[in-house]
């Protein structure tokens, strides 16, 4: 097990190599501009080239579970194994797999994901807190206890979202906000009150107006957020401080599509490249 928490690893990454994450999801139309076939064999040689265009590069990498799952077992044995040479190669990996079950459940996730020395072994997880909260007090407890990090969906990148995520709670102790604003109010709580700090984090796509959601960045702790949507689904990177505020501190850019689709010659120019964009805007 690491000796640090994630949050500490964290800090190190954004060190090292600034605020850049790049995502890896092999989507079919990927792997055919990259002259791949579908196949598992295809999603292992694409990953590792992504891999291999980050390390030393940039400090995260957060492989979308789901293009592997898409190949059953095989699929899966690839991911096993990319995860495995990415934490070789000293790049956290945030596995994002997103589940989100009852309690008890998620704890069988938890295991499958965060423990040390098995198979899907990540540094960090995302998990949506759509059945409650409270369902991921195990899965947060489990990662602490081993120094890993977990992502909780607050507010979402696409826009079917905001019928649910804009909705006022009506009773407890989040009663008025909106649905996410009290998903990031309890993730707030969990990155500052629990040791090691800072090792749960919210997950907020940076193509949305937190303030119409009831959420002003300034007023919370500067704890890890996870923001997709920048690039492809139309976020510029020049506004991430505009948008995030104090949240801005710890904020992990999160790009897939739009490094990706650089090709499988141009990937390492377009990591480097975007790696220098996101440093001057967060500067
Ligand atoms: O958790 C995520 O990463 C995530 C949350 C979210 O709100 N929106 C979102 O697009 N994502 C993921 O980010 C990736 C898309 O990144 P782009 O290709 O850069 O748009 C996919 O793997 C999504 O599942």
């Known amino acids: 097990m690491s000796e640090l928490g994630f949050g500490d690893r964290l800090q190190t990454a954004f060190g090292q190599f600034g605020h850049l994450c790049v995502g890896i ?44 799952e898409r190949h059953g077992a095989r699929g899966m044995e690839a991911l096993e194994y990319i995860i495995r040479r990415a934490r070789e190669a000293d790049l956290l990996v945030i596995s994002d797999c997103k589940r989100g079950d009852i309690g008890s459940t998620m704890e069988a996730y938890a295991q499958a994901w965060l423990t040390p020395g098995w198979s899907l072994e990540s540094d960090a997880i995302t998990v949506s807190p759509y059945l409650g909260s409270g369902a991921l007090a195990q899965t947060v407890n489990y990662a602490l206890g081993n ?42 709580r969990w990155a500052t009150d629990s040791t090691p700090a800072n090792s749960v984090g919210a997950v907020l796509g940076a193509t949305l107006d937190l303030q119409s959601l009831g959420i002003n960045p300034d007023d919370y702790p500067a704890l890890p957020v996870l923001a997709p949507g920048f690039g492809f689904q139309g976020a510029r990177v020049e506004d991430a401080q505009r948008l995030f505020g104090n949240l801005a501190t710890n904020l992990i850019v999160s790009e897939t599509r739009s490094v990706l689709s650089a090709g499988r010659e141009q990937v390492g120019e377009a990591v480097l490249r ?3 964009e996101v440093a001057s805007a967060l500067a």
């Open 25 to 68: 999801d092999p989507h079919p139309f990927l792997l055919n501009e990259w002259e791949y076939d579908d196949s598992a064999v295809s999603l292992r040689e694409f990953s590792l080239r992504v891999i291999d265009a980050c390390a030393g590069q940039v400090g995260i990498i957060k492989p979308q579970v789901a293009f592997y």
């Open 274 to 276: 975007r790696a220098a």
């Open 147 to 188: 120094n890993k990090g977990v992502f909780v969906l607050a507010a979402t990148s696409n826009p079917e979202a905001a019928v649910l995520q804009s909705a006022r709670v009506t009773s407890g102790i989040h009663e008025g906000k909106t649905v996410a604003a009290a998903q990031l109010s309890d993730v707030a």
